[in-house]
């Protein structure tokens, strides 16, 4: 019976917080907005990688998600060095379709996508073939291939019931239910 009612209490707060969205015989849907997800990605940041052709570092990660749009985008610093050359700076944002992995209870980019990379203020285009660019591309999406963008509570049996996820009207949308 405390069970119970513990659970009942839970339901309440979370309707009165706005974090769910919906409830009906298909389940309930969790709202998770661009902040959760941003403090998953933080928690995982930053990310260096050394190729032979020098040291790339991502870091200060944040999540976006546009109202209009199935993905989630996610952006971080690049930073770039190596012996012959200064550290270069950049951003980069890089957009996915969620895709939950129920083993470990985590939301990834699926079909990650390079939008858009800055480097020294300057542009550069999926077309182009420079060197940096060339060591850039295959670690930032193998980056955002591996790391989550959000992780259900480990403590919590919820991972087990994700029946659906979406990104609508500019949120990530968890659906739960048997």
């Given amino acids: 019976m405390k069970h119970y009612l513990s659970g009942f209490v839970l339901l309440l707060a979370l309707l009165f917080t706005g974090c769910i ?3 009906n015989p298909g389940g309930m849907t969790v709202v998770i907005p661009a902040s959760k997800l941003t403090q998953s ?3 995982q940041f930053p990310v260096t990688e050394n190729t032979n052709y020098g040291k790339i570092t ?3 990660p944040k999540a976006l998600l546009q109202k209009g749009s199935d993905r989630i985008t996610a952006g971080a610093t690049v930073l770039f060095s190596n ?3 200064p550290e270069q700076k950049g951003s980069v944002y890089v957009s996915g379709k969620p895709w939950f992995d129920a083993k470990t209870g985590s939301v990834y980019l699926n079909e990650p996508n390079i939008e858009k990379l800055n480097i020294n203020g ?3 285009g999926n077309f182009l073939n420079g060197s940096v660019a060339n060591q850039l591309k295959p670690i930032i999406n193998e980056v955002f291939r591996k790391i989550p963008v959000y992780r259900v509570n480990k403590n919590s049996i919820q991972g087990s019931f994700v029946k659906n996820i979406k990104v609508e009207d500019g949120n990530l949308l968890l659906t739960f239910g048997l």
């Fill in 41 to 43: 990605l933080q928690q």
């Fill in 122 to 124: 300057y542009k550069l």
């Fill in 21 to 23: 969205k919906d409830i």
């Fill in 83 to 85: 012996a012959l050359i």
């Fill in 58 to 60: 991502l870091k200060n």
